[in-house]
């Protein structure tokens, strides 16, 4: 995922942090792309073109924010600002990654929330939809080259397709039994590299100090009462199980949001991952998006949508700060841990199968709404048509979203939408 852009500079002094500070906002604005591409801008940014990181450090730092549960981009970003300029450094790199887009999509869940049934808004909405499910089976394709290295791993994935589609079982639970298959599946057993000695005390108090913030906005946002308190729970929970990226974690965020807690619609939830596609930052802000329409759905004001939102926006990013800067000290030897890797390369599989459950799952939501029997033709149309512009012609972001919004423009200005 780190493909190197050119050569780095020698490692050089970091720069002063009001000096860095116009380089992290910057990544955060035009962090477009999903991970690969953010992550092809924090190398070009930080370590080609100003040569403050070494690009081996870059690439630990990379392999063990993969490792986390959590956006590794918005974690490597942490951690690249804490080798720099230590926890406030970590703080601000990391920030200024999410709060662009974050801010960027509760403005675009609010048009969506309260002009959402203007025909035309709904035609833009109708005609991303089926470029989005698109572009997921894209990832999908990329992780199983990825992850897929042999027949147990396809078993692992159409165990976890079974488990989510057909039984229902929990996504947590489910994430847990790939870890553990896959520390136990045979394989490699490369030698494990030794740590040294973990700073425990900074470990122990970056994370209980994340405990206690997590906790302290819990009560002061209103705790267990509604929607706070589900807020709460799923953001967090979500957040701790989002190994293998943000189409991994989907499915469960959005049957809870939708099925469970009954916040949106699952194609409004489709409309939200299309926002965080076209939008900059990490595509687990859709969460951000999810976390609006909690409060939306509640009493449908503006005050109470933006504190959902911004709560879950918190309680998402708060645990992946935590980690990343508590082990922020032994990144650069952590990242090699044997056990670690065979545990992610079974969660790796799993979401091969989880992403699929994902892909039925929006597929469902946009061209059969209203049931099986009564199909939405122009979105599967205009899907199957999607299908060799994402896959051979390899359109940006940009440009994709920008031809499905022209799409339902004109199927709408047709009579056709």
């Not at 929330?113 to 709904?122: C, E, R, S, T, W």
């Not at 969660?347 to 061209?367: D, P, Q």
């Not at 122009?378 to 994402?390: D, E, G, Q, T």
């Given at each position: 995922?780190?493909a190197?852009l050119?050569?780095?500079?020698p490692?050089?002094?970091p720069p002063?942090?009001?000096?860095?500070l116009p380089?992290?906002?910057?990544?955060?604005l035009l962090?477009?792309g999903?991970?690969?591409?953010?992550?092809?801008?924090?190398?070009?940014e930080?370590?080609?073109?100003?040569?403050?990181?070494?690009?081996?450090s870059?690439d630990?730092?990379?392999?063990?924010?993969?490792m986390?549960?959590?956006?590794?981009?918005?974690?490597?970003a942490?951690?690249?600002g804490w080798?720099?300029h230590g926890?406030?450094?970590?703080?601000?790199?990391?920030?200024?990654f999410?709060?662009?887009?974050?801010?960027?999509?509760?403005?675009?869940?609010?048009?969506?929330?309260a002009h959402?049934?203007?025909?035309?808004v709904?035609a833009?909405f109708?005609?991303?939809?089926p470029?989005?499910?698109a572009?997921v089976?894209a990832?999908l394709?990329?992780?199983?080259?990825?992850?897929?290295?042999?027949?147990l791993?396809?078993?692992?994935?159409?165990?976890a397709?079974?488990?989510?589609?057909?039984?229902?079982?929990?996504f947590?639970l489910?994430?847990?039994?790939?870890?553990l298959a896959?520390?136990l599946?045979p394989?490699?057993?490369?030698?494990?590299i030794s740590?040294?000695?973990?700073?425990?005390a900074h470990v122990?108090?970056?994370?209980?100090?994340?405990?206690?913030?997590i906790s302290t906005?819990?009560?002061?946002?209103?705790?267990?009462?509604?929607?706070?308190?589900?807020?709460a729970?799923?953001f967090?929970?979500?957040a701790?199980v989002?190994?293998?990226g943000?189409?991994a974690v989907l499915?469960?965020?959005?049957?809870?949001?939708?099925?469970i807690?009954g916040?949106l619609?699952?194609?409004?939830m489709?409309?939200?991952?299309a926002i965080a596609e076209?939008?900059?930052?990490?595509l687990?802000?859709?969460?951000?998006?999810?976390?609006?329409f909690?409060?939306?759905s509640h009493?449908?004001t503006?005050a109470?949508?933006?504190?959902t939102g911004a709560?879950?926006?918190?309680?998402?990013f708060a645990?992946?700060?935590?980690?990343i800067?508590?082990?922020?000290?032994?990144?650069e030897?952590l990242?090699q841990?044997?056990?670690?890797?065979?545990a992610?390369?079974?969660?790796?599989?799993?979401v091969?199968?989880?992403?699929?459950n994902?892909?039925?799952?929006?597929?469902?939501?946009?061209?059969?709404?209203?049931?099986?029997?009564?199909p939405?033709?122009?979105?599967?149309?205009?899907?199957?048509i999607?299908l060799?512009?994402?896959f051979?012609?390899?359109l940006?972001?940009?440009?994709?979203?920008g031809?499905?919004i022209?799409?339902?423009v004109?199927?709408y200005l047709?009579?056709?939408?």
């Amino acid at each position: 995922m780190s493909a190197r852009l050119g050569e780095a500079r020698p490692d050089k002094s970091p720069p002063a942090l009001g000096s860095a500070l116009p380089v992290w906002v910057k990544i955060g604005l035009l962090s477009f792309g999903g991970p690969a591409g953010q992550i092809a801008l924090m190398q070009d940014e930080v370590v080609t073109k100003r040569g403050w990181i070494p690009s081996e450090s870059f690439d630990r730092g990379l392999a063990f924010s993969m490792m986390l549960p959590g956006p590794e981009a918005q974690q490597l970003a942490t951690w690249l600002g804490w080798r720099l300029h230590g926890l406030a450094g970590g703080l601000i790199a990391g920030s200024a990654f999410v709060v662009p887009g974050a801010a960027l999509m509760l403005l675009l869940a609010w048009i969506a929330a309260a002009h959402g049934d203007i025909p035309l808004v709904a035609a833009i909405f109708a005609g991303i939809q089926p470029v989005v499910i698109a572009l997921v089976l894209a990832a999908l394709k990329k992780i199983a080259d990825r992850s897929m290295k042999g027949p147990l791993h396809w078993a692992l994935a159409a165990a976890a397709f079974i488990s989510l589609w057909f039984l229902g079982l929990p996504f947590p639970l489910v994430i847990a039994a790939a870890a553990l298959a896959g520390f136990l599946l045979p394989g490699q057993r490369s030698s494990t590299i030794s740590a040294g000695r973990i700073p425990w005390a900074h470990v122990v108090g970056i994370i209980g100090a994340a405990v206690l913030l997590i906790s302290t906005v819990f009560a002061l946002a209103g705790g267990s009462t509604s929607p706070f308190g589900g807020v709460a729970t799923l953001f967090t929970t979500a957040a701790l199980v989002t190994f293998g990226g943000a189409y991994a974690v989907l499915p469960y965020v959005a049957g809870q949001a939708v099925q469970i807690y009954g916040w949106l619609g699952p194609a409004d939830m489709l409309n939200g991952l299309a926002i965080a596609e076209a939008t900059p930052g990490p595509l687990i802000l859709v969460n951000t998006y999810a976390g609006f329409f909690a409060g939306w759905s509640h009493d449908s004001t503006v005050a109470t949508a933006l504190a959902t939102g911004a709560l879950a926006t918190f309680y998402t990013f708060a645990p992946s700060f935590a980690l990343i800067l508590a082990f922020a000290p032994v990144v650069e030897r952590l990242y090699q841990i044997a056990w670690a890797r065979r545990a992610l390369d079974g969660v790796s599989a799993a979401v091969v199968g989880v992403i699929a459950n994902l892909v039925l799952f929006l597929a469902a939501a946009s061209f059969f709404p209203i049931g099986w029997e009564t199909p939405e033709w122009p979105k599967i149309v205009l899907f199957l048509i999607s299908l060799p512009i994402v896959f051979w012609w390899k359109l940006g972001m940009l440009k994709l979203v920008g031809f499905g919004i022209c799409a339902g423009v004109g199927l709408y200005l047709s009579g056709l939408g």
